[in-house]
């Protein structure tokens, strides 16, 4: 699900103009779109492969990483004026980073015997 959402911003990212909004424009002077997209493609895999392993600490940490950091681009670009209305998006993406740690938080699903739910069973 994660990784949904980062790889449709970085489609988002990758395929924008910097003119289509003030956040773009603004954070084009600190890089390139693109780069930043390429940030959000790979945070996108680190969540999907984290997914699918037995350790998803660091999909997890990329996920709630990559939403603080565009929390903390979109309040500064507001505290400092060049992206009106910046709070609003710095409240979503908080808001988003808050549901993500929340979520990494939940104990794992485990089976009568104590294992891990999601474990194959052993082979006999």
Not at 32 to 54: D, E, H, K, M, Q
Not at 56 to 74: E, H, P, Q
């Amino acid at each position: 699900m994660f990784a949904a959402l980062d790889v449709a911003y970085g489609l988002r990212l990758a395929s924008a103009s910097p003119d289509a909004q003030p956040f773009y424009a603004w954070l084009h002077g600190i890089l390139p779109l693109w780069p930043w997209a390429v940030l959000w493609i790979a945070i996108a895999v680190v969540c999907a492969l984290g997914s699918v392993r037995n350790c998803d600490r660091v999909a997890f940490t990329a996920a709630i990483g990559i939403k603080v950091l565009w929390f903390s681009l979109y309040l500064s670009g507001w505290v400092l004026g060049d992206v009106p209305d910046g709070w609003v998006s710095a409240v979503v993406w908080g808001s988003f980073a808050m549901c993500v740690w929340l979520i990494a938080g939940w104990p794992e699903p485990v089976t009568s015997k104590g294992q891990p739910a999601w474990t194959p069973p052993p082979s006999e």
